[in-house]
Structures are given as structure tokens and as C-alpha cells.
């Protein structure tokens, strides 16, 4: 078997610490991505930081898989299992991505009157 990166690494140790599947790591990467940027720059989750910073942090993610593939197993761009790396960003994007939806979709109604007239002031809207 050929040598693992660092990051490979870490993530099978993290995986046998835990005992958790693959694609469930990335679930939970990903929404404690979500709330940690929520928490950490106090926004709301209908707003796009969160989102934004998930979808990075698993593009990141997967870029040092690429990187990994290529520079410390040796596999050649045609040997790139792309239809792993696009499924790993799915995954660790898509529960985030549907709290995104919803909240937005449900945010309070005073916020999207502030939306609709264009205030920038949405963080508070009046009566809070």
C-alpha cells in the first residue's frame, strides 16, 4: 500500500478515535464548520458567511486530497478518482446547505421587509 499523507493520516486516526464512517466525518466537519462560524462572527444561519466558509473548508479539504494523491502517492491526473472528491464536497455541504435554505427561507418577517427595502441594518431589525 502506497504511504499516506499527513492529512490522510489524521483522518483515519480521527475516524478510529470516533468510529465513525467516512462520509459521517464529513457530515459533522461540515455542520460544525457551519455553527462554529455562526457562534465564532455571531451571524445568523440565513446569512452566507456560514454557508460560504463550508463550502471552502471542503474544498480545502479536498485540494489537499488531490495534493496528497498527486505529490505523495504518485498517481497520475487520469488516476484522480474525481467522482470521490466531488461526493466528499456534496456530502459535507449538503446538511449545512439545507439549514441554510430553511432558515432563510424561514427567517423572521422583519428581516425580509428590511431586505425588501434595502436596509443594510439587517442584524437588527427594528423592535429587537
Known amino acids: 500500500m502506497p504511504e499516506l499523507g499527513p492529512f490522510q493520516s489524521g ?6 478515535l470516533l468510529g465513525f464512517e467516512k462520509d459521517t466525518l464529513h457530515v459533522l466537519i461540515g455542520l460544525l464548520v457551519f455553527v462554529l462560524v455562526i457562534l465564532f462572527f455571531r451571524r445568523k444561519p440565513w446569512q452566507a458567511l456560514p454557508i460560504i466558509c463550508v463550502a471552502l473548508a471542503a474544498m480545502a479539504g479536498e485540494a489537499w486530497d488531490l495534493y496528497e494523491l498527486v ?5 497520475a491526473w487520469a488516476e484522480i478518482p474525481w467522482g470521490y472528491l466531488l ?3 456534496w456530502v459535507t455541504t ?9 432558515a432563510y427561507a424561514l427567517r423572521p418577517v422583519s428581516v425580509k ?5 434595502g436596509r443594510a441594518d439587517m442584524d437588527h431589525p427594528p423592535g429587537s
Open 11 to 16: 483522518k483515519l486516526w480521527l475516524r478510529e
Open 71 to 75: 505529490r505523495v502517492r504518485g498517481k
Open 87 to 89: 461526493h466528499d464536497l
Open 94 to 102: 449538503i446538511i449545512p446547505a439545507g439549514i441554510f435554505l430553511m
Open 113 to 117: 421587509r428590511a431586505m425588501d427595502e
